[in-house]
Each structure stands twice: as C-alpha cells, then as structure tokens.
C-alpha cells in the first residue's frame, strides 16, 4: 500500500515563500521519481520539479533559481523550498511518487490530495 502526506502550502504576498512537504509511506515496493507538479484553474497539471530514481532533479524552466527540490530517501520524504513567489505561481500543488514493484514489475504514479498555494499581488 502507498499513502502520501502533504503539509505546507497556504497564502503569501508576491516575493514571499512557501514551504511544501511529501510524506510518503509505502509497502513492498520500491520509490523511484518524487517531486511536485502543480495545477493553476484552467490549466493542466504540470511539472515544476522532480527528483528521478537515478538522483536527477528536472525543474520547469518558470521556476529554475527560485524553487528548491529536496528530498530524504531514507524518510521517504520530499521537500519543495520556493522563494521569489509570485501570482503565476498560484495553484494547487500535488506530491507525485512512482513506485516500481519487484513482484509485479509494475511501475505505478501515485498522487497527494494536493494543497493550495496562493500568492497575492
């Protein structure tokens, strides 16, 4: 079984920052990727960062040298530092995890509830 634990997030004024936490919880199978990916309304969910099974992290160019993707495999945790915040950075931010099971071989993406952030200008 997997579970996923966000905390952070909430409301910041342009140039403010925002701290969001993963927590993930898992059985008898393996994490691979870990990262953030957001929604703004009336958009599509998109990448803004995310550390690969092999230690990559990938950031979406919006955020490069603001945003700070960490993450703790022993705690099977991820954290997302973002600073510089501003309006476009307003959405409901989701933890993503893929998991890999060594019985099955399956490779499964698994979602947080998501947590909203707000920057007022």
């Known amino acids: 079984q997997v579970h996923l634990v966000e905390s952070g997030g909430g409301l910041v004024q342009t140039g403010g920052s925002l701290r969001l936490s993963c927590a993930a919880s898992?059985?008898?199978?393996?994490?691979?990727?870990m990262g953030w990916f957001r929604q703004a309304p009336g958009k599509q969910r998109e990448l803004v960062a995310q550390?690969?099974?092999?230690?990559?992290?990938t950031y979406a160019d919006s955020v490069k040298g603001r945003f700070t993707l960490s993450r703790d495999r022993a705690k099977s945790t991820v954290t997302l530092e973002m600073n510089q915040l501003g309006p476009a950075d307003t959405a409901v931010y989701y933890c993503?995890?893929?998991?890999?099971?060594?019985?099955?071989?399956?490779?499964?993406?698994?979602w947080g509830q998501g947590t909203q952030v707000t920057v007022s200008s």
């Open positions: 898992v059985r008898a199978v393996k994490i691979t990727n």
């Open positions: 993503k995890m893929d998991t890999w099971d060594p019985n099955t071989r399956w490779d499964t993406t698994h």
């Open positions: 550390n690969s099974d092999d230690d990559f992290t």
